[in-house]
């Protein structure tokens, strides 16, 4: 199964946002996180040869996944998430030698 390309993605969101009239800001929220957290777990697999991450580096991501699709929370779901994907397993590995 092919993923569908960002711009298939966007022309579907709004395909979305004409037929239900309201964008869904919680809805766009979720949706965002989601694409971020597949990303991190992606440069995990990818950059560090984690596959599958590890539950500890994968509770890291899911922990701060679920804090993000807070409408409330302004951080950018790519950028903590990313930057996590960079953390956490320097940290594992840290803590695996200890």
Do not use: K, T
């Not at 964008?23 to 979720?30: C, E, F, I, Q, T």
């Not at 950059?47 to 950018?76: K, W």
């Amino acid at each position: 199964m092919r993923l569908a390309g960002i711009d298939e993605r966007a022309q579907a969101q709004v395909l979305v946002d004409r037929l239900l009239e309201q964008p869904d800001d919680a809805a766009d929220r979720v949706v965002a996180v989601l694409h971020a957290h597949a990303a991190a777990l992606a440069w995990v697999r990818d950059s560090v040869g984690l596959y599958p991450a590890s539950p500890e580096i994968a509770a890291v991501l899911n922990d701060l996944a679920g804090q993000l699709r807070d409408v409330g929370d302004e951080r950018d779901p790519v950028a903590v998430l990313g930057q996590a994907a960079v953390d956490a397993p320097a940290a594992y590995r840290a803590a695996a030698a200890a």
